[in-house]
Protein backbone atom coordinates (compact mmCIF):
# COMPACT_ATOMS: atom_id res chain seq x y z
CA UNK A 1 0.00 0.00 0.00
CA UNK A 2 0.92 3.53 -0.77
CA UNK A 3 -0.01 6.61 1.39
CA UNK A 4 0.53 10.04 1.53
CA UNK A 5 -1.09 13.31 3.35
CA UNK A 6 -2.83 15.54 1.45
CA UNK A 7 -4.25 19.13 1.89
CA UNK A 8 -8.07 19.62 1.01
CA UNK A 9 -10.57 22.36 1.85
CA UNK A 10 -11.16 20.05 5.07
CA UNK A 11 -7.57 19.84 6.14
CA UNK A 12 -4.82 17.63 6.13
CA UNK A 13 -5.80 13.81 5.90
CA UNK A 14 -4.45 10.29 5.19
CA UNK A 15 -4.72 9.23 1.42
CA UNK A 16 -4.55 5.83 -0.42
CA UNK A 17 -2.84 5.31 -3.62
CA UNK A 18 -4.61 3.56 -5.93
CA UNK A 19 -3.98 2.58 -9.99
CA UNK A 20 -6.27 5.31 -11.28
CA UNK A 21 -6.06 7.69 -8.42
CA UNK A 22 -6.56 8.60 -4.64
CA UNK A 23 -9.04 7.28 -2.11
CA UNK A 24 -9.06 9.51 1.48
CA UNK A 25 -9.03 6.99 4.38
CA UNK A 26 -12.18 9.52 5.89
CA UNK A 27 -14.00 8.48 2.92
CA UNK A 28 -13.50 4.65 3.30
CA UNK A 29 -14.68 5.47 7.30
CA UNK A 30 -17.64 7.01 6.36
CA UNK A 31 -18.70 4.26 3.12
CA UNK A 32 -17.96 1.66 4.91
CA UNK A 33 -18.28 2.35 8.45
CA UNK A 34 -15.06 1.81 9.54
CA UNK A 35 -13.17 3.42 12.25
CA UNK A 36 -9.37 3.81 10.97
CA UNK A 37 -7.46 6.90 12.07
CA UNK A 38 -7.44 9.51 9.59
CA UNK A 39 -4.28 11.20 10.20
CA UNK A 40 -1.20 9.25 8.90
CA UNK A 41 1.07 9.64 11.85
CA UNK A 42 -1.89 8.32 14.30
CA UNK A 43 -2.26 5.86 11.98
CA UNK A 44 1.28 4.40 11.90
CA UNK A 45 1.06 4.80 15.66
CA UNK A 46 -2.19 2.35 15.91
CA UNK A 47 -0.49 -0.25 14.09
CA UNK A 48 -3.83 -0.73 11.62
CA UNK A 49 -1.53 -0.08 8.26
CA UNK A 50 -1.73 -4.02 7.28
CA UNK A 51 -5.44 -4.62 9.04
CA UNK A 52 -6.50 -1.28 6.52
CA UNK A 53 -4.33 -2.84 3.50
CA UNK A 54 -5.70 -6.24 4.07
CA UNK A 55 -9.40 -4.95 4.04
CA UNK A 56 -8.80 -2.74 1.11
CA UNK A 57 -7.81 -6.24 -0.84
CA UNK A 58 -10.60 -7.89 0.12
CA UNK A 59 -13.47 -5.56 -0.92
CA UNK A 60 -14.21 -4.80 -4.94
CA UNK A 61 -12.10 -1.60 -5.66
CA UNK A 62 -14.22 -0.06 -8.37
CA UNK A 63 -16.72 0.47 -6.45
CA UNK A 64 -14.48 3.21 -4.91
CA UNK A 65 -14.93 7.19 -5.82
CA UNK A 66 -11.44 8.07 -6.62
CA UNK A 67 -9.65 11.41 -6.79
CA UNK A 68 -6.86 12.45 -9.74
CA UNK A 69 -3.31 12.85 -7.87
CA UNK A 70 -2.76 16.27 -7.71
CA UNK A 71 0.70 17.28 -6.60
CA UNK A 72 0.64 20.71 -5.20
CA UNK A 73 -1.83 19.02 -2.53
CA UNK A 74 0.96 16.80 -1.11
CA UNK A 75 2.13 18.14 2.86
CA UNK A 76 5.06 16.23 4.51
CA UNK A 77 3.80 12.62 5.32
CA UNK A 78 3.55 14.36 9.32
CA UNK A 79 5.13 16.71 11.66
CA UNK A 80 6.32 15.49 14.82
CA UNK A 81 7.97 12.35 14.96
CA UNK A 82 9.74 11.86 18.17
CA UNK A 83 13.31 11.04 16.19
CA UNK A 84 15.22 11.42 13.28
CA UNK A 85 18.10 9.42 12.79
CA UNK A 86 20.70 10.13 10.46
CA UNK A 87 23.11 8.41 8.78
CA UNK A 88 26.63 9.68 7.85
CA UNK A 89 28.69 8.51 5.39
CA UNK A 90 27.56 5.16 4.99
CA UNK A 91 28.87 4.68 0.94
CA UNK A 92 31.91 5.09 0.84
CA UNK A 93 31.86 7.12 -2.26
CA UNK A 94 30.03 9.85 -0.48
CA UNK A 95 32.94 9.37 2.51
CA UNK A 96 35.33 10.48 -0.34
CA UNK A 97 32.77 14.14 -0.87
CA UNK A 98 33.98 15.55 2.11
CA UNK A 99 37.13 13.80 2.18
CA UNK A 100 36.47 11.01 4.98
CA UNK A 101 36.82 7.80 5.64
CA UNK A 102 33.71 5.78 5.35
CA UNK A 103 33.16 3.67 8.73
CA UNK A 104 33.17 0.47 9.16
CA UNK A 105 32.85 -0.71 12.75
CA UNK A 106 29.53 1.53 13.66
CA UNK A 107 27.53 3.78 11.67
CA UNK A 108 28.37 7.42 11.97
CA UNK A 109 24.66 8.80 13.46
CA UNK A 110 22.86 11.88 14.01
CA UNK A 111 20.13 13.16 15.34
CA UNK A 112 17.97 16.22 13.29
CA UNK A 113 15.08 18.07 14.93
CA UNK A 114 11.62 18.02 13.79
CA UNK A 115 11.14 21.57 13.31
CA UNK A 116 13.62 21.25 9.87
CA UNK A 117 10.62 19.07 8.15
CA UNK A 118 9.22 20.12 4.83
CA UNK A 119 7.63 18.14 2.17
CA UNK A 120 7.28 18.19 -1.57
CA UNK A 121 6.99 21.27 -2.97
CA UNK A 122 8.43 23.42 -0.17
CA UNK A 123 11.07 25.82 -0.52
CA UNK A 124 14.57 24.68 0.99
CA UNK A 125 16.04 27.67 2.36
CA UNK A 126 20.02 28.08 2.22
CA UNK A 127 20.30 30.42 5.83
CA UNK A 128 22.38 33.70 6.22
CA UNK A 129 25.28 31.62 8.29
CA UNK A 130 25.89 29.39 5.34
CA UNK A 131 27.56 29.48 1.94
CA UNK A 132 27.61 26.09 1.18
CA UNK A 133 24.54 23.72 1.82
CA UNK A 134 24.58 20.66 0.30
CA UNK A 135 21.09 18.27 -0.62
CA UNK A 136 21.43 14.27 -0.29
CA UNK A 137 18.63 12.46 -1.05
CA UNK A 138 18.55 9.12 0.98
CA UNK A 139 15.84 6.15 1.78
CA UNK A 140 13.85 6.45 4.88
CA UNK A 141 12.86 3.83 7.10
CA UNK A 142 9.66 4.63 9.06
CA UNK A 143 9.11 2.48 12.60
CA UNK A 144 5.77 1.00 12.73
CA UNK A 145 6.42 -0.75 16.54
CA UNK A 146 7.71 0.30 19.79
CA UNK A 147 10.99 -1.74 19.72
CA UNK A 148 13.98 -2.66 21.67
CA UNK A 149 16.67 -4.67 20.86
CA UNK A 150 15.85 -6.02 17.49
CA UNK A 151 17.93 -8.62 15.47
CA UNK A 152 18.56 -7.93 12.22
CA UNK A 153 16.42 -10.62 10.57
CA UNK A 154 13.13 -9.25 12.57
CA UNK A 155 13.81 -5.97 11.14
CA UNK A 156 10.68 -5.77 9.14
CA UNK A 157 8.63 -6.72 11.76
CA UNK A 158 8.64 -3.13 13.00
CA UNK A 159 8.92 -1.00 9.70
CA UNK A 160 5.67 0.43 8.69
CA UNK A 161 7.15 1.65 5.33
CA UNK A 162 10.05 3.44 3.77
CA UNK A 163 9.79 7.13 1.74
CA UNK A 164 11.74 9.58 0.15
CA UNK A 165 13.99 12.18 2.16
CA UNK A 166 16.12 15.36 1.19
CA UNK A 167 18.67 15.95 3.59
CA UNK A 168 20.27 19.48 4.21
CA UNK A 169 23.69 20.29 5.53
CA UNK A 170 25.60 23.49 5.83
CA UNK A 171 28.77 21.90 4.67
CA UNK A 172 31.31 25.22 5.72
CA UNK A 173 29.86 25.20 9.23
CA UNK A 174 30.48 21.23 9.30
CA UNK A 175 34.07 21.78 7.48
CA UNK A 176 35.05 24.47 10.59
CA UNK A 177 35.09 21.42 13.01
CA UNK A 178 33.19 18.04 13.23
CA UNK A 179 31.42 18.94 16.42
CA UNK A 180 29.61 21.28 14.59
CA UNK A 181 27.29 18.75 13.23
CA UNK A 182 24.27 19.01 14.86
CA UNK A 183 24.17 22.78 14.12
CA UNK A 184 25.16 22.16 10.91
CA UNK A 185 21.87 19.96 9.99
CA UNK A 186 19.72 21.78 11.95
CA UNK A 187 18.64 24.36 10.39
CA UNK A 188 14.99 25.13 9.49
CA UNK A 189 13.59 23.60 5.94
CA UNK A 190 16.67 21.09 6.46
CA UNK A 191 14.67 17.49 6.34
CA UNK A 192 12.23 17.00 3.43
CA UNK A 193 10.34 13.78 3.17
CA UNK A 194 7.09 12.12 1.53
CA UNK A 195 5.53 12.29 -0.38
CA UNK A 196 4.29 8.77 -0.33
CA UNK A 197 4.77 6.34 2.20
CA UNK A 198 5.33 2.48 0.69
CA UNK A 199 4.70 -0.27 2.69
CA UNK A 200 7.16 -3.54 2.81
CA UNK A 201 4.90 -5.78 0.90
CA UNK A 202 5.12 -2.95 -2.30
CA UNK A 203 9.74 -3.90 -2.27
CA UNK A 204 10.13 -7.01 -3.83
CA UNK A 205 13.80 -6.68 -2.98
CA UNK A 206 15.09 -3.22 -0.62
CA UNK A 207 18.65 -4.31 -1.04
CA UNK A 208 17.95 -3.31 -4.97
CA UNK A 209 16.67 -0.09 -5.13
CA UNK A 210 18.42 2.65 -6.59
CA UNK A 211 18.84 6.22 -4.61
CA UNK A 212 19.42 8.93 -7.00
CA UNK A 213 20.68 12.67 -6.16
CA UNK A 214 19.26 14.84 -8.37
CA UNK A 215 20.14 18.51 -9.46
CA UNK A 216 17.87 20.32 -12.35
CA UNK A 217 16.98 17.65 -14.00
CA UNK A 218 20.18 15.48 -14.08
CA UNK A 219 21.45 12.51 -12.45
CA UNK A 220 24.63 13.73 -10.06
CA UNK A 221 25.10 10.88 -8.07
CA UNK A 222 23.44 7.40 -7.65
CA UNK A 223 24.01 3.90 -6.34
CA UNK A 224 21.77 0.88 -4.84
CA UNK A 225 21.10 -0.05 -0.98
CA UNK A 226 22.95 -3.12 -1.36
CA UNK A 227 26.25 -1.03 -1.85
CA UNK A 228 26.18 0.95 1.76
CA UNK A 229 28.04 -0.16 4.50
CA UNK A 230 25.34 -0.86 6.90
CA UNK A 231 22.15 -1.67 5.23
CA UNK A 232 18.46 -1.16 6.88
CA UNK A 233 18.59 -4.01 8.69
CA UNK A 234 21.36 -3.32 10.28
CA UNK A 235 20.37 0.36 10.98
CA UNK A 236 17.00 -0.53 12.29
CA UNK A 237 18.48 -3.33 15.14
CA UNK A 238 21.67 -1.08 15.70
CA UNK A 239 19.65 1.61 16.58
CA UNK A 240 17.17 -0.23 18.47
CA UNK A 241 20.21 -1.28 20.81
CA UNK A 242 21.08 2.33 21.56
CA UNK A 243 17.21 3.43 22.39
CA UNK A 244 13.60 2.33 22.01
CA UNK A 245 12.70 3.32 18.63
CA UNK A 246 8.64 4.52 18.33
CA UNK A 247 6.05 4.13 15.94
CA UNK A 248 6.45 7.41 13.55
CA UNK A 249 10.55 7.52 14.08
CA UNK A 250 12.64 7.86 11.16
CA UNK A 251 16.07 6.53 10.08
CA UNK A 252 17.31 8.52 7.01
CA UNK A 253 19.58 5.69 5.44
CA UNK A 254 22.73 7.61 4.01
CA UNK A 255 22.94 9.36 0.62
CA UNK A 256 25.05 8.29 -2.54
CA UNK A 257 26.09 11.63 -2.87
CA UNK A 258 25.54 15.11 -1.32
CA UNK A 259 25.17 18.02 -4.19
CA UNK A 260 25.92 21.91 -3.64
CA UNK A 261 22.66 23.96 -3.45
CA UNK A 262 21.83 27.49 -5.11
CA UNK A 263 19.47 29.71 -5.29
CA UNK A 264 16.74 28.49 -7.69
CA UNK A 265 18.00 24.92 -8.36
CA UNK A 266 15.24 22.11 -8.17
CA UNK A 267 16.60 18.95 -5.91
CA UNK A 268 14.83 15.45 -6.29
CA UNK A 269 15.11 12.69 -4.80
CA UNK A 270 14.39 9.84 -7.29
CA UNK A 271 14.12 5.93 -5.77
CA UNK A 272 12.61 2.83 -7.82
CA UNK A 273 8.99 2.36 -7.63
CA UNK A 274 8.56 5.21 -5.28
CA UNK A 275 6.82 9.06 -5.98
CA UNK A 276 9.74 11.39 -6.47
CA UNK A 277 10.32 14.11 -3.95
CA UNK A 278 11.06 17.46 -5.45
CA UNK A 279 12.19 20.79 -3.41
CA UNK A 280 12.98 24.06 -4.81
CA UNK A 281 16.05 25.87 -3.14
CA UNK A 282 15.93 29.66 -2.28
CA UNK A 283 19.33 31.46 -0.73
CA UNK A 284 18.20 34.26 1.78
CA UNK A 285 20.90 35.95 1.26
CA UNK A 286 19.54 37.18 -1.96
CA UNK A 287 16.54 38.62 -0.04
CA UNK A 288 19.23 41.02 1.97
Request: glycine content about 6%; proline content about 6%; some cysteine.
Amino acid sequence: MILSTIKSSIGLSAHIHLRNGLVSIAALNESFHLNFPTDLFTLIQSGRITELKDWLESIDQSQLVVYPIDETKYVPLYLYPRKIWGIGLNYKEHAADLDEVSPEDEPASFMKPDTAIIGYGDEIKIPLQSNRTTAEAELGIIIGKECKNVERENWLDYVAGFTTIIDMTAEDILRRNPRFLTRSKSFDTFFSFGPTLVTPDEIDDVMKLKVRTMINGSVHAENVISNMTFPPDYLVSFHSKVMTLLPGDIISSGTPGAVPINHSDVVECKIDGFNSLINSVIDLKEKL
